[in-house]
């Protein structure tokens, strides 16, 4: 019981450093290779980044460690190709294509292929932890020197992200099945749902055409509304 109160203790400090006027950083690095299979994150507290107080370190000076280093690094062994914040800003979804099992890595320069599927992972930034099982189903199929970055994003309720095989994938958030699948006619790089309406979102392709969707439900909606009403019967 004991373990568990200061397990359940550490947790709060974590979520409260997260909604504290801390900022982290989280970007895309790798030690192992030049391809991106890292997560970084660092905090910069408010005095290194409050400008009206002074002037900013450079990275000239004896501070630049401190800049530099990560206070945390997640390993995730393949070339990462997107990532986005949930809106409580708790969790990191990732756009990944893994490197094989127990992959060697001895040139920098040379890294694990990747695989064709994409699995998007879901990191919890308290714990630094992969949480539930990956979304899976999009594809990509060019090598790690050219690869695409695939940019997801997440709402309340759903999830989506793009491929390389020319679709924009939408699933549940909470049971992670796939709702549908969007088409374009070339590589979809990024998403975005719209903030004020979640079953609404746009898609972006190499195809130069952008595309605004709406769910099924609320097509039905708009329709309802834009029916005219029956004028009453003269008596």
């Not at 890292?38 to 408010?46: F, L, M, N, T, Y």
């Not at 998403?191 to 392709?205: G, I, K, L, R």
């Amino acid at each position: 019981t004991g373990h568990s109160a200061d397990h359940s203790a550490r947790k709060k400090r974590h979520c409260k450093n997260l909604c504290s006027d801390v900022k982290y950083l989280i970007y895309t690095t790798g030690l192992h290779t030049y391809t991106p299979h890292q997560i970084g994150i660092k905090r910069i507290h408010p005095d290194r980044t409050n400008t009206t107080a002074g002037s900013v370190p450079s990275l000239s000076t004896t501070h630049h460690k401190e800049y530099d280093n990560a206070d945390y690094l997640i390993d995730l062994e393949g070339h990462i190709n997107g990532m986005k914040l949930s809106p409580d800003n708790r969790y990191l979804f990732v756009n990944l294509r893994a490197w094989p099992r127990n992959s060697i890595i001895t040139d920098p320069m040379q890294p694990p292929p990747i695989s064709s599927e994409i699995e998007m992972r879901v990191i919890d930034l308290v714990t630094r932890k992969e949480v539930g099982k990956p979304y899976l189903g999009h594809k990509a199929y060019t090598a790690c020197d050219s690869c695409f970055f695939i940019f997801p994003d997440v709402c309340r309720d759903y999830v989506a992200s793009g491929a390389e095989d020319k679709h924009a994938y939408v699933w549940d958030r909470h049971y992670r099945t796939l709702i549908t699948k969007l088409t374009h006619r070339d590589v979809v790089n990024a998403v975005a749902f719209n903030p004020a309406d979640p079953e609404m979102m746009v898609t972006v392709s190499d195809d130069h055409v952008i595309r605004v969707w709406r769910s099924s439900r609320r097509l039905k909606e708009l329709s309802a509304k834009k029916l005219p009403r029956k004028s009453n019967p003269s008596s």
